[in-house]
């Protein structure tokens, strides 16, 4: 009942939103974020890590098909929902202070989006989590369509089509595993099917193609950049916050246990790919002078890392790709937030012409570098946690390999650093009149937030890791059976 | 046979109301005899009677079908009202020419002799000639009449000497004694009969417009009064494929080799050929005149699987289309009517302006699209995992490619309905019966999408 609560809170709330007279709709909106964090608090309480899948509802919806609606949360669901209910409250708190028309449908969106993207981590039908993965595509289509930059139109039909290609490949992945298991959709029985080989490598391609779109891995990321920097800021923190995080979750969900011997097969090949990635993304972002798209190359090169960590097939590096998924999404949104806020005060976001920000706006900058920070992955911020666990699985797979990768470590404090020396230290040269508002409440609100989740995850990470580690152990389990 | 009679007579009584010059109270009219030939068809539900020697069989599969054209053709007439809302007495008699298209499409799904076929084509296709040319004053609309005709008579032409030669090899005009006759080897010259049912085929794919025969579709949509296309667009397709099917299952589903092979060839590149050339079109009638011809594509893969789901997999796709494609239409003629015409570069910013008929309009085609939650996904689902599960990998490959660039092209429509730049937007205002259908295609297209259990197993 609680899983279905967190799927259907965020719809309802979205329809109320659509109701409510212009800004009051945010209001609606933070509430309703605030009682799904409520609720996601409650299952967080009364959670087991030890039991597997917990708060289970399974209900027949088209029973002809084989289709049912059935929802669950494991440890790797959790953290996932975790992450996408921590986010939704503080990028709806991230538009207070913005002047945005239609905000009622724009609440509405995010909600919606929300719903969708929940309903992508704890459904436990393929079926049903096909339509939540599609539903997910709907909201972030029409808030970039409608509120995007001037070039929105193009980039937002590329990303669309390029994710539903994926995805459509993924249906035709799905219906081939239907037609293998008597029991329709249901992940335990797709789980227990044993495909030969030749049909496991049909299927992996077919699924891995949405996946890889999805987060992305190299070469499949063209669409990326372009819809980052045009979305506007709170759809750029839902795609690249929560909703990239639905391709790293569908690999650990329905790749690595469905078809382990085709990932086994193509390990080599895999951890290519996203060893290319960590760098060419790493290499373009040093080149950027436009900072939301220096953090749009920033984060392809971060997630590369975790792709990494899907593949290595131990329990480092999937611990690691699970904890590193929520501390992206938290550094993620806190990144482009800062980005917003920058091109609000600025009216642009180039690195060139800036800085002496520090000089006028001291809480901004403080908050702004321990985002940064925890990106650059430092000792005692999140991100060191969780790309040292993700290092060290992968040197277990091969320690040269694993080196390579290690370069993401320096050169993101390249890239970061520098941007963050040109635009934030320094004397402003431009004019001597500069002027650069400190925080209001609700962006201070926002990133004290995210700073504190930065420090308290990078000190303290046993509680999380403790969530999700008999979910790895068991999915290693079901991989090696 | 209940709801033939009643439609039949129901046109005759709507061309007298005509001259009593009953011009809006013929729609209300026609549109309760068509509800309550629904009612009929659903008191006849599961009975299964033959009439007339057999040559007409009222089965579920018959009444199913024609239900869904029925209320079709109910929603299209609704539109009547706003469409020729300045149309002087004569229009009455199209109300009439649209209830004989019904009771061609009819017979179409409820043949089991090939003459009742012919008949039925002929019932259906000489009045949406008149139809289509229906607009006197307008050169485009007589050539459409013209060109559809001319290509129709074609068409009629193929699909009778190819139920000719169908006849001279196996002896028989019934689809079941045809059906025997082939399976029990005692066709004598088989040749023959592969070219009367390469004929018929290709009479088929005129009608559903499918590639190659396909080159009068745009013209003829474009050139037709919008209400008239829509018509073309719904009913027509679902009763060409409601036909094939029965033809295919009935009488040649043991036929080896030759009508697959072709059959095949035919959906992939009408699949392909029709999403591609949707791409070009500036105009959003021409655009849905090739996405018209890109979902007969789609259809043709469960004639392709004709297992025991395919019937249901078209019926299921006909619902799913016809309800996507009149709200399409619908709001075709809202922004022809509010903008001038029905270039893309014209309805740029009228999501903004007109909040509910721009979110409908995204909501077809979306469906049209096959995304979910709506109808349009879960049949296009159901056809892929039919063709699927007959091992059709490589055709629902296409389907799927296609699907991909189709989905731009719809969703092109929609990203223009909502861009900054606005254009000049006409005072028009719309009566109840539009809103009404907008209302119904609107909530059907969803509620169909998400709760699509009964109909997806109405037909066993």
């Known amino acids: ?481 | 046979m209940n709801a033939l009679i009643l439609i039949s007579l129901l046109g005759i009584a709507v061309l007298f109301a005509g001259i009593f010059n009953l011009k809006n109270r013929s729609i209300y009219l026609a549109v309760m005899g068509l509800v309550a030939a629904v009612a009929l068809n659903i008191g006849d539900w599961g009975t299964n009677v033959s009439y007339y020697n057999n040559m007409v069989q009222f089965d579920n599969y018959a009444l199913a079908f024609s239900s869904l054209m029925t209320i079709t053709t109910a929603l299209v007439l609704l539109l009547g009202f706003h469409f020729y809302k300045n149309g002087d007495g004569s229009t009455v008699d199209l109300y009439a020419l649209m209830l004989f298209t019904l009771v061609g499409g009819i017979c179409l799904v409820s043949y089991s002799h090939l003459a009742v076929l012919f008949i039925g084509i002929e019932i259906l296709s000489i009045p949406l000639y008149i139809l289509a040319g229906s607009k006197r004053d307008s050169l485009s609309s007589n050539e459409a009449g013209m060109k559809y005709f001319l290509m129709g008579a074609f068409a009629s032409g193929f699909l009778l000497f190819g139920i000719a030669l169908v006849f001279v090899s196996t002896g028989s005009f019934h689809l079941a004694e045809i059906g025997s006759a082939i399976s029990s080897g005692s066709v004598e010259n088989k040749g023959v009969l592969s070219v009367g049912i390469l004929l018929m085929l290709a009479g088929f794919l005129f009608k559903v417009a499918a590639v190659p025969f396909h080159f009068w579709a745009p013209d003829v949509y474009e050139g037709s009064p919008t209400l008239v296309t829509g018509l073309m667009a719904t009913v027509v397709k679902t009763a060409g494929f409601g036909a094939l099917y029965k033809l295919y299952q009935g009488s040649f589903a043991n036929m080896e080799g030759i009508w697959f092979d072709a059959l095949w060839t035919v959906a992939a590149i009408t699949l392909l050929v029709g999403n591609i050339s949707a791409l070009y079109q500036k105009g959003i009638k021409r655009l849905l005149a090739y996405s018209s011809v890109s979902h007969a594509g789609y259809m043709m893969l469960a004639i392709l699987a004709l297992n025991t789901q395919a019937g249901n997999a078209i019926f299921f796709y006909s619902i799913a289309y016809s309800v996507a494609t009149v709200a399409a239409f619908a709001l075709l003629i809202a922004v022809i009517d509010l903008r001038g015409t029905d270039t893309l570069e014209a309805i740029k910013g009228l999501g903004h302006k007109k909040p509910f008929l721009g979110f409908a309009m995204s909501v077809a085609f979306l469906s049209l699209a096959g995304i979910p939650p709506m109808a349009g996904f879960m049949a296009k689902y159901y056809l892929f995992k039919t063709a699927i599960e007959m091992n059709l990998i490589w055709i629902v490959i296409v389907a799927v490619i296609s699907s991909i660039i189709g989905a731009y092209y719809y969703l092109r429509v929609i990203a223009t309905l909502y861009q900054k730049t606005d254009g000049e937007t006409n005072p028009v205002s719309f009566d109840w019966a539009f809103y009404s259908v907008v209302g119904l295609t609107l909530v059907g297209t969803l509620v169909v999408g998400l709760f699509p259990e009964q109909l997806l197993t109405i037909l066993g």
């Not at chain 1, 309802?12 to 909106?29: Q, W």
């Not at chain 1, 994926?166 to 008597?182: A, P």
């Not at chain 1, 320094?426 to 002027?435: A, I, K, R, Y």
Request: proline share 4%.
């Open chain 1, 1 to 481: 009942m609680l899983t279905t609560a967190l799927i259907l809170t965020p719809f309802i709330g979205a329809a109320i939103s659509l109701l409510a007279k212009g800004n009051n709709s945010r209001y609606v909106a933070l509430l309703v974020a605030l009682i799904q964090l409520g609720i996601t608090a409650a299952i967080l309480g009364s959670f087991i890590p030890e039991n597997g899948v917990q708060f289970d509802q399974n209900l027949a919806w088209i029973p002809s098909l084989g289709i049912n609606y059935h929802v669950g949360i494991d440890g790797i669901s959790l953290i996932m929902v975790l992450l996408a209910n921590i986010a939704a409250p503080l990028i709806i708190l991230s538009q207070f202070n913005r002047d945005i028309d239609r905000s009622h449908i724009y609440n509405a969106l995010i909600l919606f989006m929300q719903a969708a993207m929940v309903g992508v981590f704890v459904a436990l039908d393929g079926f049903l989590y096909y339509i939540f993965w599609e539903l997910a595509l709907i909201p972030i289509f029409f808030i970039m369509l409608g509120w995007g930059g001037p070039n929105r139109q193009a980039v937002t039909l590329k990303f669309f089509i390029y994710t539903l290609a994926g995805s459509l490949f993924m249906l035709v992945g799905f219906i081939l595993l239907y037609i293998q298991s008597d029991n329709g959709f249901d992940h335990t029985a797709l789980v227990g099917l044993n495909l030969d080989g030749d049909l496991q490598l049909l299927i992996f391609g077919l699924l891995f193609i949405a996946f890889a779109i999805k987060m992305p891995i190299f070469p499949f990321h063209s669409w990326q950049p372009g819809a980052y920097t045009e979305a506007p800021t709170q759809g750029t923190m839902l795609l690249s916050g929560v909703m990239l995080k639905m391709g790293i979750y569908s690999v650990f969900r329905w790749i690595l246990p469905i078809v382990p011997d085709a990932v086994a097969q193509l390990q080599g090949l895999l951890i290519t790919l996203a060893v290319i990635g960590i760098i060419y993304g790493a290499w373009i972002a040093i080149k950027q002078r436009d900072i939301k798209t220096l953090f749009a190359f920033a984060s392809f090169s971060h997630v590369g890392l975790i792709a990494v960590g899907l593949f290595t097939n131990n329990a480092m590096g999937f611990q690691g790709a699970l904890y590193q998924s929520l501390v992206h999404g938290i550094n993620a949104i806190g990144l482009f937030y800062c980005a917003d806020i920058i091109q609000n005060r600025l009216g642009d976001r180039l690195t060139e012409g800036k800085g002496g920000i520090r000089l006028v706006a001291p809480w901004f900058a403080t908050l702004f570098a321990i985002v940064m920070l925890g990106t650059v992955a430092l000792p005692l911020t999140n991100g060191f946690v969780g790309e040292f666990l993700l290092l060290i699985g992968f040197a277990e797979y091969s320690v040269w390999f694993a080196a390579i990768a290690g370069l993401t470590v320096i050169f993101s404090a390249v890239y970061m650093l520098r941007m963050y020396q040109l635009v934030i230290l320094g004397e402003n040269n431009t004019s001597s009149n500069f002027t650069f508002t400190d925080l209001f409440a609700s962006e201070k609100i926002v990133l004290v937030i995210l700073a504190l989740l930065v420090i308290f995850l990078g000190v303290y990470p046993q509680p999380i890791l403790k969530l999700t580690e008999p979910a790895v152990m068991q999915l290693l389990q079901q991989i090696n059976a």
